[in-house]
Structure formats: C-alpha cells, structure tokens
C-alpha cells in the first residue's frame, strides 16, 4: 500500500494534471488518498474528462507509484510534498506552493536562512566581481545562497558559495535529474554533492521554455529576499523580484553605471523601492534578529570564525578528541539532522573538517 504522500507524488508527476487540478482533487474530500482504487467514473467525478479518467484508472496504480519511487531513489532524488516536515515553511506561505518539490543533496538546507542571488546572463566584470563578494560574505555568516544555476549570475554565485565552503541552493527550469545548462554539469554535480539541488518537476518531464519563469516563484518562494546583481530591462531575474515583491519578502537591488544597459533593470527596481546594496551588511542588517548568536574563536590570538552554542559545543568536543560522528550523537544525544547541520555548519565556517569514516577534526 502507499500513503498519502506517495498518492500525491504519483498525482504530481501524472502529465497532464497540473497545479490547479490537483488542488480540486485532493480539497474535495480526504478519499483522494485511496486514489489508487478509483474508477473512471470517480476520477470523472472529481473533474477528469473521460479520456483522462480512463488514463487514470489504468495508469495511477500502487504499483505505478512505486516504480516511480525506486526510480528516483536510483537517481538519489529525494521527493518532498507539502505535508513533510522537511517542507520549507516560507514555500508554504506562498500563494501557489509546488505539492511536491523533488531534492538532490543536503535536505537540512531547506530550513536555512537563505538569500536568492539573481541576474543577468551576460554579466560585466562590475557584476561579476560583486556578486561573488555578496555571495562571499552571505555565506561568512552561515546564509545560504539560492539561485536558478543559470549562466551568468547564477551560475557566479553557486560557484563563490561552493569556493568558500558556503550553502548553496540551485532551484531549476528543468526536470530535477537534467543538468541545465549543459556546461553547467559539473556544477549539477559539485552543487549535489556539497548543497541542494531543487526542482518542482518530475524525472522524465520535458522541458520548455515556459518552466523557467515558474521556477523563479520558488527561488523568491524559499528565500527571506532576493538580491538582483545585474539586470537589463527584459532580464528574468526581474520576474523572480516580482514574485519577491508579491510574496511580501525583501527586494534588494545593486546600483550601476546609468549608461549600462546590464543596470537598467536593477535602478529601476530601485526606483520602485528596492533596498540599494553597496555591501554585504546592507542585507545582514535586515536579518540580524534571524541569524544565531555568535561567539568567535581565537588561534593563537587571530580571530578565525564566530560559532553559534551549539557549534561552539561540538568544537569543544572535538578538541577533546571526541570525533566520530556517532559518539558525538551519543554524547549530545541530539537527533541526526542537528548534529548534521551543527558539523556542516562547522565545516563551512573552515573550523572542522570531515576525514573518511565519519570521522571529524577541528582545523
């Protein structure tokens, strides 16, 4: 049998139900979680017509369900629908969140404090050199960096998160298992493996053009505000700042040369209200009450990092020689996900490193 999760994530990846008909199923009454048993004329009932609801009661059964689930277990994909408690609750008070929103990577993040990092495609070397800096300096104090792992901008910021051992978040326009663009492969990779790759679209869907503005809610959607770096007048960053400004969240916007076509997006923008961004602190200040409370490390009387109670806890421990991960779960008694996050955290901020084995060790 599957539950109510697996009947929604076999709905979602169902072509040819979208968002809105999803809704009007599973809204109508709790039945929905026995889907898997419903007759054409059930499924006609909750608004099929009837080539679909005989597609339905021939395609949606448990069976098709798990196949769908061992798929993506073989791809590493990990499927969060919006009943999880690993769903991230700003996504949740959007107007339109994804019932399923499909993960590869460090799931933890969902729950960070994150800041998207937008622009355009075509950057100069002004919105280069700044968008690594902002970047840099988010993830020196433990915010996570979302963007969309498009060329340009995007692609800049995920880079200077992962060259800074930062959080980094990539929300896609494509399928969660396809790589986009294609000379961003490699990034796919190193983002899955040190950050988290989302996507609200399904192994096997086909990708278009008209995915890509959609994505760009759940960047907004899942960040406290959204910074756009560069932007022509036409850029598709400023569709992610609308979703930001329809959401209720902060827009920020970085002032250029009023002769650059690269800045007329971002000054108009400012002209609208965004918050101007000339450094780092000009983001941080907005969130000050949401970032932990710091306490620093000192080597040999250089200051190194600041660390929260509960790093500052384990670096103790650490130092004691207390090193594998699970003696240090003994020891804390912690769940799995904190001590997960505490030693990533850790590991980020250069103060531990992690040995093969489990195995961690301060630096």
């Keep these: 049998m599957v539950d ?56 949606f059964t448990a069976g098709w369900i798990e196949a769908r689930l061992e798929q993506m277990a073989r791809k590493r994909v990990k499927p969060v629908t919006i009943y999880d408690e690993e769903y991230p609750l700003l996504m949740k008070e959007t107007v339109r969140p994804p019932w399923v929103m499909y993960t590869v990577g460090d799931i933890h993040l969902l729950s960070a404090l994150s800041v998207a990092m937008v622009g355009t495609r075509l950057p100069t070397a002004y919105g280069r050199k700044v968008a690594t800096s902002l970047t840099e300096g988010l993830c020196a104090r433990g915010v996570a960096v979302v963007s ?49 790759i989302i996507s609200e679209y399904p192994i096997g869907m086909k990708g278009h053009p008209g995915l890509f503005p959609q994505r760009n809610r759940i960047i907004a959607g899942i960040s406290r505000g959204t910074v756009v770096v560069e932007a022509d007048a036409r850029s598709g960053s400023l569709i992610t700042a609308d979703a930001a400004l329809e959401e209720g969240r902060d827009v920020f916007a970085v002032p250029g040369p009023i002769t650059s ?24 200040e907005e969130y000050e009450s949401l970032l932990p409370f710091q306490r620093t490390i000192l080597k040999q009387g250089i200051e190194v990092c600041e660390l929260t109670d509960e790093e500052r806890r384990i670096y103790d421990m650490l130092q004691q020689g207390i090193n594998h991960f699970d003696d240090l779960l003994l020891q804390t008694s912690w769940d799995f996900g904190l001590l997960h996050s505490v030693l990533l955290s850790l590991i980020m901020k250069k103060a531990a490193v992690q040995l093969p084995g489990s195995v961690y060790k301060i630096i």
């Design 148 to 196: 969309g792992m498009a060329r340009g901008i995007d692609g800049i910021c995920h880079e200077a998160a992962l060259g800074c051992g930062g959080a980094t978040i990539a929300v896609l326009g494509t399928a969660i298992d396809i790589a986009y663009p294609p000379e961003h492969s490699s990034l796919y990779r190193r983002i899955a493996e040190k950050g988290l």
């Design 4 to 59: 109510r999760n697996e009947v929604l994530i076999g709905l979602h990846a169902v072509n040819g139900l979208g968002w809105r008909r999803i809704e009007d199923i599973i809204k109508r009454d709790d039945t929905w979680v026995e889907a898997c048993r419903f007759s054409a004329a059930d499924w006609m009932d909750r608004g099929l017509e009837a080539e679909m609801a005989l597609k339905m009661t021939e395609q």
């Design 261 to 284: 076509p690269k800045s007329r997006g971002t000054l108009g923008l400012i002209k609208q209200g965004a918050k101007i961004v000339t450094e780092t602190a000009d983001i941080l």
